[in-house]
């Protein structure tokens, strides 16, 4: 059976998604679950585009061992050294390197003819042949770039020395009928063409980027590259793990196998959502909370009659279980640990005893602890900025049906130590809390999105709150976890506020260069 290598793009074409900024810890922890979710390649992101994704992509690249860490570069050889730079101590170093190739692009944005870019493309490939095992090449818009000249093209980056060629939709435009088709093209047009594994790379602007990527693979594409929850600029990138899901469903239709740990599909998922602060839709195909859900009557009766009348992918497959290990008031640090460790978190004594003691003093408020309970806790303590940004203290809400909502805040500067205190009123409970906290930081920040909700079912679960802000024309986005509704959304207020404070602490002075690629 034809094996099919995953290219996760999660920490590179995800992250551009806007108002996402991830800082290394971030990056690191996601790289490590991707490792063990089992992606063949994952791209850590664009090393010359500014000093902190450089220190990502490096320090990834040196801990990441069972699979190749790859990172972005345009045909520039200053890109390509710093990429080299980066990704030099790695396990198996590749390069993505790209360039446009479709007549809108020459034109417009690189004002250069057919005859510059082909040179430009074969000349950059020769040079990073030279430091890089692997070379990975992108036609940027591929998808409307003339197929004659694609094929061309293809054929000279592979006689110097392309190992993969990445054919993307880059703006999402091509239904799976014409993307298939470009792919049986360039087999059959190209020079060498089987000499290479040829990548597929789509968007979802038309809501077809799945489909294309499985109709690229139906056409002789080896590789797919994709993003977790699908999130990336626009309307985002394929989805991996609806991918993945579709490839191991029909086995019986694709023939192609891959090394996808389907069981931490949602465990991946869900660190990414938390860390990224991008909510998963509900309806959201594999991970979506209502993916295992049945509403109606009829489906119900069938369900309970037999599964399989109405579930086609088990909810076990993708991670999502019981665990027969509750913890509550009652558990112990022994229990405690184990419970860390089977998810994941390699903690020192230390930290352990620091998360026992927040988790025991919880216990008096919340009957049972989820593992989605435990991890939403640990992340946002372990990837909260303490040097950067304010620091939630307290939270006092008054509100009546007859009286107009106040909300008093106390919050920590962390770089002058100094306690702020402020309180302000609302139309709502939650508008007195964002008005109380826009007097305590005194900055002009716009609401773009607020969402709401729990971990679990029950009266005592978690409430997970997302937001997205503008500050100084940037977005952003944060969130927050609570067992109250309202302190949930101050903390997701406070944590899109402190990730834009951190990026422009990180980029202040700096010329950070927009990552296009592909």
Same mark, same amino acid.
């Given at each position: ?16 998604? $806007? ?53 972005? %570069? ?33 034109? +417009? #944005? ?15 490939? #020769?040079? %990073? #042949? ?17 197929? $004659? ?82 999130i990336g600029e626009r309307a985002g990138n394929a989805s991996l793990e609806e991918i993945a899901v579709a490839l191991h469903i029909r086995k019986d239709f694709y023939q192609v196998e891959s090394t ?32 295992? %859900? ?15 009348? +109405? ?87 008054h509100y009546g049906t007859s009286q107009v909502p106040t909300a008093t805040v106390s919050l920590k500067d962390q770089e002058t130590d100094q306690v702020i205190q402020e309180a302000a009123t609302g ?6 809390? +964002? ?54 959304s101050a903390k997701a207020y406070l944590n899109a506020v402190n990730r834009y404070l951190v990026l422009k602490t990180n980029t202040e002075g700096l010329s950070k260069q927009a990552a296009v690629g592909?």
């Amino acid at each position: 059976m034809r094996k099919i290598n995953f290219f996760d793009t999660t920490l590179r074409d995800g992250e551009q998604s $806007p108002g996402v900024n991830l800082n290394t810890q971030e990056k690191l922890a996601i790289a490590q679950q991707l490792e063990k979710l089992g992606v063949n390649i994952m791209e850590a992101g664009f090393p010359a585009s500014s000093p902190g994704d450089f220190n990502a992509v490096k320090e990834i690249a040196r801990t990441i061992k069972n699979c190749s860490v790859t990172g972005l %570069a345009r045909s520039v050889k200053g890109d390509i050294d710093s990429a080299w730079e980066a990704l030099k101590d790695g396990a198996e170093p590749r390069l993505h390197i790209f360039i446009a190739t479709s007549d809108i692009h020459l034109k +417009y #944005k690189l004002k250069k003819t057919r005859e510059q870019v082909l040179e430009q493309a074969v000349a950059m490939v #020769k040079y %990073a #042949k030279e430091r890089f095992p692997i070379v990975q090449w992108s036609a940027e818009d591929a998808c409307r770039t003339d197929l $004659p000249f694609l094929a061309e093209i293809v054929s000279e980056v592979i006689a110097a020395g392309a190992d993969v060629v990445n054919l993307p939709d880059t703006v999402g435009y091509l239904a799976p009928a014409e993307y298939g088709n470009i792919f049986r093209y360039i087999k059959e047009n190209a020079r060498n063409a089987d000499k290479v594994q040829l990548s597929a790379h789509c968007h979802d602007d038309l809501g077809m980027a799945v489909a294309n990527s499985l109709a690229a693979i139906e056409n002789g594409a080896d590789q797919v590259e994709s993003v977790i929850n699908g999130i990336g600029e626009r309307a985002g990138n394929a989805s991996l793990e609806e991918i993945a899901v579709a490839l191991h469903i029909r086995k019986d239709f694709y023939q192609v196998e891959s090394t996808i740990q389907l069981n931490e599909i949602k465990r991946t998922s869900d660190l990414v959502s938390k860390l990224t602060g991008m909510a998963v839709p509900r309806n959201k195909a594999v991970v979506g909370d209502n993916a295992f %859900a049945h509403e109606s009557g009829i489906h119900q009766d069938g369900f309970l009659k037999e599964k399989t009348t +109405y579930e086609i992918i088990s909810p076990e497959l993708v991670g999502v279980k019981t665990d027969a290990l509750v913890l509550g008031k009652h558990s112990g640090r022994h229990a405690f640990k184990d419970k860390l460790q089977n998810l994941g978190f390699q903690l020192g004594e230390e930290e352990i005893n620091k998360f026992f003691n927040i988790f025991k003093e919880l216990t008096g408020k919340k009957k049972e602890f989820t593992d989605e309970d435990l991890i939403s806790l640990i992340l946002e303590e372990k990837t909260a900025d303490r040097k950067i940004g304010y620091d939630f203290i307290s939270l006092q809400v008054h509100y009546g049906t007859s009286q107009v909502p106040t909300a008093t805040v106390s919050l920590k500067d962390q770089e002058t130590d100094q306690v702020i205190q402020e309180a302000a009123t609302g139309a709502g409970s939650v508008e007195a809390v +964002y008005n109380t906290l826009k007097r305590c930081m005194d900055k002009e920040v716009q609401l773009l999105d607020y969402r709401i909700q729990s971990n679990r079912k029950g009266q005592d679960a978690f409430a997970q709150v997302y937001v997205r802000v503008m500050i100084d024309g940037k977005e952003s986005g944060g969130r927050g976890v609570a067992q109250d509704v309202l302190e949930a959304s101050a903390k997701a207020y406070l944590n899109a506020v402190n990730r834009y404070l951190v990026l422009k602490t990180n980029t202040e002075g700096l010329s950070k260069q927009a990552a296009v690629g592909s």
